[in-house]
Structure formats: C-alpha cells, structure tokens
C-alpha cells in the first residue's frame, strides 16, 4: 500500500483494494482529510463509494 497527498496539506490517502491502473471495477480507500478540504472537480473510470466517518463533506 501507498499514501498519496492530493489538495491541501495533511490530507492522506491510502488505498487498501485497487490499483494505479484502475483495473478494479472499485477503489476502496482511507482518507484523512483537515477541515476545508477539496478534491475540485474529477472523475474516475471505477466507482467512488464515500462513507464520513467523523465532520461531514459535501458531494
């Protein structure tokens, strides 16, 4: 596993099923994200399922 640093500084996220390639139909992950965090707009070629584990985001 990876961590990759997307945004703003001290968000991290971790895939833990999926791959760079995208040859998984999902990508599951953990992200940690500060508050005021964005990811802007963008799109993925697998589904993206976002559960919020504490604060509250918006889609």
Same mark, same amino acid.
């Given at each position: 596993? #990876?961590?990759? %640093?997307? &945004?703003?500084? &001290? !968000?991290?996220?971790?895939? *833990? %099923?999926?791959?760079? #390639?995208?040859?998984?139909? %999902? #990508?599951?992950?953990?992200? $940690? ?5 964005? @990811?802007?707009? +963008? !799109? +993925?070629?697998?589904?993206? $399922?976002v @559960? $919020? *584990?504490?604060?509250?985001?918006? !889609?």
């Amino acid at each position: 596993m #990876r961590t990759e %640093i997307y &945004g703003l500084p &001290g !968000a991290t996220y971790q895939t *833990i %099923i999926g791959d760079d #390639r995208s040859t998984t139909p %999902i #990508r599951l992950g953990l992200q $940690v994200s500060p508050p005021g965090y964005t @990811t802007g707009t +963008h !799109a +993925h070629p697998y589904m993206e $399922v976002v @559960t $919020v *584990i504490e604060g509250k985001g918006e !889609a």
